[in-house]
């Protein structure tokens, strides 16, 4: 464990309980049995949101292991499963299971009527994330979705952060704030900033952070972050195979660059958010490939 951080922890805490009659028009199903992939619960919550007149266009993006869909404002949103799916694991029977999902899927059409019913989006919840580059082609609105290429193969977007989603900015979003790209990514990061996140680090030669399944990947902006590793250990070597695992390692350490090839290779084919196979350095605040 490095000295450097803090370890903490940051709890899922189970989602409370709404009144279903409030938004809920889909009819309920029996009580869920627990899903044993991320696949299962992307086709309940898939089936549910079909189910729901509110919700429009809701398709699987199997690559991404994730929901695009749109409400009223025919704006794309994207919804990964990842809570729902440990929160339906844990639960301690099929009524609880039940129960956790409709709630899930309730909160998930709030999210799309806290955007519509705004004049503007709330800047401060604005917050970079890290995908691959052509992430937006399986977007509904691809060529309006906003990026910066970070390396190659990996760009910067972004997105405002809802409860159960992620809406990825487009052009227009941008306008209407009056800002550029480069002036909103600094916002971005600015907001980063301001919660504070301290990732828990794991390993012993070669590390590894864990923060929440949204914004591993998004550490790597984090210049704050990476120089105090590097006074601790010196230059790394840094793999990103998935959007929630950032794997690194000192450069000089013998048999690192490897272990981290290996790792990358591994975790691509099998993670459920693939990224890069990719070794990056970093050099002067920059990343660049490492070939």
Do not use: C
């Amino acid at each position: 464990m490095l000295s450097f951080f803090s370890r903490t922890f940051r709890s899922n805490k189970a989602l409370s309980a709404l009144t279903l009659s409030l938004l809920l028009t889909h009819a309920l199903h029996a009580d869920i049995p627990r899903p044993e992939t991320i696949e299962d619960t992307l086709a309940l919550q898939l089936d549910a949101m079909k189910a729901d007149p509110r919700i429009k266009n809701p398709q699987i993006d199997f690559n991404n292991q994730s929901i695009e869909f749109s409400g009223d404002d025919n704006e794309s949103h994207v919804s990964y499963p990842d809570n729902l799916h440990k929160l339906l694991q844990s639960a301690e029977n099929d009524a609880e299971r039940q129960e956790l999902f409709d709630d899930f899927i309730n909160r998930s059409i709030i999210s799309i009527f806290e955007v519509t019913s705004k004049d503007s989006i709330d800047i401060k919840n604005i917050l970079p994330v890290i995908r691959t580059a052509d992430y937006a082609e399986g977007l509904t609105q691809a060529s309006a979705t906003v990026s910066l290429p970070l390396v190659d193969g990996l760009s910067i977007f972004l997105v405002e952060d809802l409860p159960n989603s992620l809406r990825y900015l487009q052009d227009e979003d941008l306008s209407d704030l009056g800002l550029d790209f480069r002036t909103a990514l600094a916002l971005a990061n600015d907001n980063r900033i301001a919660r504070n996140w301290r990732p828990e680090i794991n390993g012993n030669g070669v590390y590894f952070f864990s923060l929440d399944g949204n914004y591993e990947a998004s550490l790597l902006l984090d210049d704050t972050l990476w120089s105090g590793i590097e006074k601790q250990i010196g230059s790394v070597i840094v793999v990103v195979p998935n959007r929630d695992l950032v794997i690194f390692a000192p450069e000089n350490s013998e048999g690192a660059e490897e272990t981290l090839r290996e790792l990358a290779t591994k975790f691509v084919q099998e993670g459920s958010y693939p990224l890069s196979n990719q070794m990056m350095i970093r050099q002067d605040n920059t990343w660049q490939i490492k070939p």
